[in-house]
């Protein structure tokens, strides 16, 4: 196995036994939960409250500039931490580095259902683990020739399988949390 494979592999194995099998059965009333006020969501463009609100589509993502975010940030619902892994995660480096479409908070057309953040969310996965199984001993070792991430790309890849199982581990915990909601027996997901 080459050290890609491996890369690739880490996280295949959390993705196949962890976080997808735990998106199954996701609804749209679960997947805009807010457990508390002020969420940042994904929402019908026009209706945000927050400081600003990206995409191009008919729904838009909370977010503001980073020396705008509140603190403590807001606690998000699965639907923001959803497109935060296909765009900011995922998706931003799959166009850089992968070729193909690129991809851009402001201009990404966010999901309205569950069912359809999830299609997002295997594809970009798709092409991700995919481009990271191509790359060579050499394309890991030194810095991507394009994107603006200026460090080996093993370092990259080794990031974004962080932020895949830290961010997965959060929506678990959030389908977890409404599972549970107001001490409800819980509903099997």
């Known amino acids: 196995m080459t050290r890609s494979e491996r890369l690739a592999d880490q996280l295949d194995r959390h993705w196949h036994k962890n976080l997808r099998p735990r998106l199954h059965g996701l609804a749209d009333e679960e997947y805009f939960w807010e457990p508390v006020r002020g969420c940042w969501s994904i929402r019908p463009r026009g209706t945000s409250a927050a400081p600003v609100s990206a995409g191009s589509g008919q729904w838009t993502m909370d977010s503001a500039s980073p020396d705008a975010v509140p ?90 399988n962080r932020e895949l199982i830290h961010h997965g581990a959060e929506i678990s915990l959030l389908r977890d949390l409404y599972r549970w909601q107001d001490g409800a027996v819980p509903r099997r997901i």
């Open 71 to 160: 603190a403590p940030a807001p606690v998000t619902t699965i639907a923001w931490r959803l497109a935060h892994i296909i765009v900011s995660c995922m998706g931003y480096r799959v166009g850089w580095h992968f070729g193909g479409q690129d991809v851009d908070s402001r201009t990404f057309a966010y999901a309205g259902t569950a069912d359809e953040a999830l299609k997002q969310l295997d594809e970009m996965y798709g092409r991700w683990n995919a481009g990271v199984r191509e790359l060579s001993d050499s394309d890991l070792e030194n810095p991507p020739a394009v994107g603006p991430e200026r460090f080996p790309m093993e370092g990259i890849v080794l990031h974004v």
